[in-house]
């Protein structure tokens, strides 16, 4: 939900490095982060999280993330 990062609802966090202004440092107030999307390989820990990364790119993995996370199912199969 677009404009409300500080509600405590799951979260997908997009990362870009490729983009010279990414938001590289994540405030630590912003609660509810279950994964990072991003469009190049990042370690979730330098962002300060312990979560899964998808490629923002495949759209099927973000999907099934989504899938798995809202029927309760943890186990994800397709994160790098």
């Known amino acids: ?19 010279k202004n990414s938001n590289r440092a994540m ?3 912003i ?3 279950v994964a990072f999307a991003s469009d190049q390989p990042i370690r979730a820990t ?5 979560c899964p990364v ?4 495949n759209t099927q993995q973000v999907a ?7 029927s309760g199912n943890d186990q994800i199969s397709a994160v790098r």
């Open 1 to 19: 939900i677009e404009g409300y990062k500080v509600e405590g609802h799951p979260k997908i966090q997009v990362i870009r490095p490729s983009e």
């Open 64 to 70: 099934e993330f989504i899938w798995q996370h809202v």
């Open 27 to 29: 405030p630590e107030n």
């Open 31 to 33: 609660p509810g982060i």
């Open 46 to 50: 330098d962002y300060g999280r312990d």
């Open 54 to 57: 998808l490629d923002l790119n």
